[in-house]
């Protein structure tokens, strides 16, 4: 966002109902996330990314979307056929992420 690269962005991915016409239209939802070792109660703190768990990722996710505005685009899938038809919102607010959570989200996409 304005030229600056994230550390981290998250991306909640929506696909329309088998009821729609064009059932391959896509909505990605991206979070941005900078390091800030000082942060305290982020998302990060209710998501431990070394067991499988179940969560509520409406409520969990709804303060990092609901009160800032969105930015929209429309584009594909960041992967190879980048053919899809994808929706593109990303929150226009960074939010905080500490380098030890950074580091553990890396390992745990890393050791797979």
């Given at each position: 966002m304005d030229?600056?690269?994230?550390?981290?962005?998250?991306?909640?991915?929506?696909?329309?109902?088998?009821?729609?016409?064009?059932?391959?239209?896509?909505a990605v939802?991206?979070?941005?996330?900078?390091?800030?070792d000082n942060?305290?109660?982020?998302?990060?703190?209710?998501?431990?990314?070394?067991?499988?768990?179940?969560?509520?990722?409406?409520?969990?996710?709804?303060?990092?979307?609901?009160?800032?505005?969105?930015?929209?685009?429309?584009?594909?899938?960041?992967?190879?056929?980048?053919?899809?038809?994808?929706?593109?919102?990303?929150?226009?607010?960074?939010?905080?992420?500490?380098?030890?959570?950074?580091?553990?989200?890396?390992?745990?996409?890393?050791?797979?």
């Amino acid at each position: 966002m304005d030229g600056a690269a994230s550390a981290l962005e998250l991306h909640i991915v929506h696909k329309l109902h088998n009821l729609f016409v064009n059932k391959d239209t896509y909505a990605v939802v991206g979070i941005l996330f900078d390091v800030d070792d000082n942060s305290v109660g982020n998302l990060f703190d209710q998501i431990d990314f070394t067991t499988t768990q179940t969560k509520n990722f409406g409520l969990l996710l709804s303060p990092y979307l609901l009160p800032y505005p969105l930015l929209h685009y429309k584009g594909s899938f960041t992967t190879p056929n980048c053919d899809e038809i994808v929706n593109w919102f990303v929150v226009e607010r960074k939010f905080s992420i500490r380098s030890s959570q950074l580091l553990n989200i890396a390992a745990a996409i890393n050791s797979n």
